[in-house]
């Protein structure tokens, strides 16, 4: 592409617990991604489970992620898309519902209310970021569109995605102190199941069990519907510290995990005798290492089967999907199979895209790259801004954006609540923006209805006038009249 025209690339970030990572890539007309660019910096000191702990620190992170990318692309990177996810991530149900006049067809207005009454719980402390629609009832009838159908009862069950508003305001907080344009903000669980999942899987019935650094994120799906989401504040990194606890840096714990740990191991295949070496003096008996290693991993896995309801722990014909870089564990599967008693279970080390190009990190397909790929996969606005003039400063202040060469529309209509698709979370300014034109539009309604109210009395008023001056005039008519009357009589 010659350096006159804008390039065009989508540009994704996730801010993960020991890593935040940033993705370039191309889409092409046959669906494929072209990776462009990948930057990646230790996050652990500053996001903790998932969440933004220190504002000025993670601000500076995405900097440095968006300086390492735009050197690479030799382009601006005017904005970016970024997953949302993390402790105090859940979903709570919620039911709406209306009633009717008997004989009464849904409408899409009928249904937008109840959608607009369901986001407009009121959960305190908790930011609703997203919901999923669960079906809609119809009298006793459960509809998944019931627009069009006759009623005298609608409901709405949704499963509404919540976080907890400080978590929320600092992710939000530490883009705008870096300077960086959120393109949209996106439900990096919700974008990680469709990168992962097979369209058989959500719809038979699954259970998605992201296991990363500090936390574990279970999605259950059944009828290609999310019925379930929830976080656990545990991860791989929880076992790397048991092993730490051996008297060990956490670096060389790391590195005894890669190479010894395994999630399972039959009794019969323990040596009493084998040990591991620590360093170069130190040695751990194979059968305690093995039991600090089983000892964690147990606990990881029973949370993550606690997670999923009741109700649908016999229903998931679709299997348990594993995924992030604590699946890599050694027979991981084989640990979930004897706790759950499930036997179909898939390590999901790739999305299901054709994904081309890119660095190591890409090429490795250890499960660990998969979130921020379902991002990149998401986003369908333009990233890129001007080409870097290599005359002048390559980390100047040019963010102006140039044409583009394809279709990419460089900016989305702005969109309102009820426009929101799935998946997709209000950043807070989007919220602010939509909550003042909200008010701003009943303000307009109220003063409308205060002004008809007020020409309706002042109309009432002038008919009662009208009407008491008729009636005089009646009255006068007919005195007059009787008057006639009598004096004909004389």
Same mark, same amino acid.
């Given at each position: ?10 540009? #994704? ?47 500076? +992170? ?12 030799? $382009? ?74 006759? +009623? ?28 960086? #344009? ?39 799906? $059944? ?89 649908? +722990? ?84 040019? $963010?102006?954006?140039?044409?583009? #060469? ?39 309604? !109220?003063?409308? #209805?205060?002004?008809?109210? !007020? ?36």
């Amino acid at each position: 592409m010659s350096s006159s025209m804008a390039k065009e690339f989508i540009v #994704a970030i996730e801010l993960g617990s020991s890593k935040m990572t940033g993705i370039a890539g191309q889409k092409n007309l046959d669906g494929s991604i072209s990776v462009l660019a990948v930057a990646k910096e230790e996050s652990s000191a500053f996001i903790r489970k998932g969440v933004v702990y220190n504002i000025d620190k993670t601000a500076q +992170c995405l900097q440095n992620i968006v300086k390492k990318l735009e050197s690479q692309l030799k $382009t601006r990177i005017k904005q970016v898309y970024v997953g949302v996810g993390g402790q105090s991530i859940r979903g709570v149900r919620n039911v709406v519902t209306k009633e009717l006049a008997p004989g009464t067809i849904v409408t899409d207005a009928m249904v937008d209310e109840l959608v607009d009454s369901n986001r407009n719980m009121n959960y305190p402390d908790q930011e609703i970021l997203d919901t999923a629609v669960q079906e809609y009832k119809v009298d006793s009838q459960y509809q998944q569109d019931p627009v069009g159908i006759q +009623c005298a009862r609608l409901e709405g069950n949704y499963l509404n995605i919540l976080q907890r508003k400080g978590f929320y305001k600092n992710f939000n907080k530490c883009f705008e102190v870096a300077g960086i #344009a959120i393109a949209e903000m996106l439900n990096a669980p919700l974008a990680l199941a469709d990168a992962v999942l097979t369209e058989a899987e959500r719809r038979s019935g699954c259970a998605l069990i992201d296991i990363g650094a500090d936390t574990t994120t279970v999605s259950v799906y $059944t009828k290609n519907i999310l019925r379930h989401i929830a976080v656990i504040p545990l991860g791989g990194a929880n076992i790397t510290k048991d092993i730490a606890t051996l008297q060990m840096e956490e670096s060389d714990a790391e590195k005894m995990k890669l190479k010894y740990a395994s999630a399972y191991t039959d009794n019969n295949d323990i040596d009493n005798n084998l040990k591991y070496s620590i360093d170069q003096d130190r040695q751990v008996e194979s059968r305690r290492f093995i039991e600090i290693v089983e000892g964690r991993t147990e606990e990881i896995v029973e949370n993550a089967w606690y997670q999923v309801p009741s109700e649908y +722990c016999d229903k998931l014909l679709g299997g348990i999907i594993l995924t992030g870089g604590g699946a890599n564990l050694k027979n991981m599967d084989r640990a979930f199979q004897n706790h759950t008693h499930i036997e179909k279970i898939r390590i999901a080390k790739f999305p299901s895209h054709t994904i081309t190009g890119g660095n190591d990190d890409v090429k490795s397909k250890n499960g660990m790259m998969c979130t921020v790929l379902g991002l990149l996969y998401k986003g369908d606005i333009n990233c890129a801004g001007l080409p870097i003039d290599h005359n002048g400063d390559l980390f100047g202040s040019q $963010t102006a954006s140039g044409g583009t #060469a394809g279709n990419t529309p460089d900016q989305r209509p702005a969109r309102k609540p009820g426009e929101v698709p799935a998946g997709v979370v209000m950043t807070e300014a989007e919220k602010q923006k939509a909550e003042e034109e909200a008010r701003l539009k009943r303000e307009q309604e !109220e003063r409308e #209805a205060r002004e008809k109210a !007020e020409a309706a009395a002042a109309e009432a008023a002038r008919l009662k006038r009208e009407n008491s001056k008729w009636n005089k005039f009646k009255k006068g008519i007919v005195n007059f009249g009787k008057q006639i009357m009598t004096g004909d009589d004389d």
